[in-house]
């Protein structure tokens, strides 16, 4: 395949929630990151923007995202949005997939080559058992739109290891470090592009006894659900004030990690002579 600009597009499953690193804008790595890099070995002009950030809904990620990015003129873009609207029972599903079509239609028009996604089927506690029948929903709209827009699907119900929790943080809705960068190795897969991520195979494991499983559950409740609705009740989000990792396009053959500290000096240079500036002005 030939080099070019992979943009990518959406919210914290694309920002790499889940696959913290401090080395990287955000503290997270994440898929998009890591395939990037493998992009970057396999032909060093490749570039790489990356717009998304946690919990942003899709017409935020429209809104916010779209024209920067269709403005760089990529050859490949990355798309996953409304998993964050499917969280709210009340949105209009049928709504959500027209907004989802249209602004897959801007996407693949551009000429780039678009992938989306499906949502992960979150088999969990039977208190979101409404919000599985949601995705289930969405997913099925995503695989026919994917199929008349032209966009190539990345469908996790054809990933079976995702069954396996140890791919899965805490939060049971985002994927740890070797989860994304399965998730990496299959992208690059769909794409044709040789990598050399080391996905090892997972050991065995033993079912949970119900006693620790109860345990879990109510760990999961406390720590992760209850905070979730708090959050939604109250109109807060985690990305309230966190900016993209990578708005300008970078070479990831450059080195990676050497760019996010030039940039995060860079930014703390601007800062610094700011509030110097604010210091001279009084």
Same mark, same amino acid.
């Given at each position: 395949?030939?080099?070019?600009?992979?943009?990518?597009?959406?919210?914290?499953?694309?920002?790499?929630?889940?696959?913290?690193?401090? #080395?990287?804008?955000?503290?997270?790595?994440?898929?998009?990151?890591?395939?990037?890099?493998?992009?970057?070995?396999?032909?060093?002009?490749?570039?790489?923007?990356?717009?998304?950030?946690?919990?942003?809904?899709?017409?935020? %990620?429209?809104?916010?995202? $779209?024209?920067?990015?269709?403005?760089?003129?990529?050859? =490949?873009?990355?798309?996953?949005?409304?998993?964050?609207?499917?969280?709210?029972?009340?949105?209009?599903?049928?709504?959500?997939?027209?907004?989802?079509?249209?602004?897959?239609?801007?996407?693949?028009?551009?000429?780039? =080559?678009?992938?989306?996604?499906?949502? $992960?089927?979150?088999?969990?506690?039977?208190?979101?058992?409404?919000?599985?029948?949601?995705?289930?929903?969405?997913?099925?709209?995503?695989?026919?739109?994917?199929?008349? =827009?032209?966009?190539?699907?990345?469908?996790?119900?054809?990933?079976?290891?995702?069954?396996?929790?140890?791919?899965?943080?805490?939060?049971?809705? #985002?994927?740890?470090?070797?989860? #994304?960068?399965?998730?990496?190795?299959?992208?690059?897969?769909?794409?044709?592009?040789? =990598?050399?991520?080391?996905?090892?195979?997972?050991?065995?494991?033993?079912?949970?006894?119900?006693?620790?499983?109860?345990?879990?559950?109510?760990?999961?409740?406390?720590?992760?659900?209850?905070?979730?609705?708090?959050?939604?009740?109250?109109?807060?989000?985690?990305?309230? #004030?966190?900016?993209?990792?990578?708005?300008?396009? %970078?070479?990831?053959?450059?080195?990676?990690?050497?760019?996010?500290?030039?940039?995060?000096?860079?930014?703390?240079?601007?800062?610094?002579?700011?509030?110097?500036?604010? %210091?001279?002005?009084?």
């Amino acid at each position: 395949m030939q080099p070019g600009r992979f943009v990518a597009l959406g919210d914290s499953f694309t920002e790499g929630v889940g696959d913290p690193n401090l #080395h990287y804008p955000n503290g997270f790595r994440g898929w998009a990151d890591r395939m990037a890099r493998q992009l970057g070995r396999a032909d060093r002009r490749w570039e790489y923007a990356n717009f998304a950030i946690r919990s942003k809904v899709l017409d935020q %990620i429209v809104e916010d995202q $779209f024209d920067d990015a269709l403005a760089l003129a990529p050859t =490949h873009i990355s798309f996953y949005a409304g998993g964050n609207d499917l969280l709210s029972l009340r949105s209009d599903l049928e709504a959500l997939m027209g907004r989802y079509e249209e602004a897959l239609t801007r996407l693949t028009e551009s000429g780039a =080559h678009v992938l989306v996604f499906t949502a $992960f089927d979150m088999r969990t506690t039977a208190l979101l058992e409404p919000l599985r029948r949601r995705v289930l929903t969405f997913n099925d709209a995503v695989r026919d739109l994917a199929s008349t =827009h032209g966009a190539t699907l990345l469908d996790h119900s054809l990933m079976r290891e995702y069954d396996d929790r140890r791919l899965w943080a805490p939060d049971k809705i #985002h994927m740890n470090r070797l989860g #994304h960068k399965r998730m990496a190795a299959f992208v690059l897969r769909e794409l044709g592009v040789p =990598h050399t991520l080391k996905v090892r195979e997972l050991d065995e494991w033993e079912p949970r006894g119900w006693r620790r499983a109860v345990r879990d559950e109510g760990r999961f409740l406390r720590t992760e659900v209850a905070p979730l609705v708090r959050r939604r009740l109250t109109g807060r989000s985690e990305g309230d #004030h966190a900016l993209p990792k990578w708005p300008e396009p %970078i070479r990831p053959a450059d080195g990676m990690k050497r760019l996010a500290r030039e940039r995060a000096l860079a930014r703390t240079e601007l800062e610094t002579s700011g509030r110097a500036g604010g %210091i001279r002005r009084r």
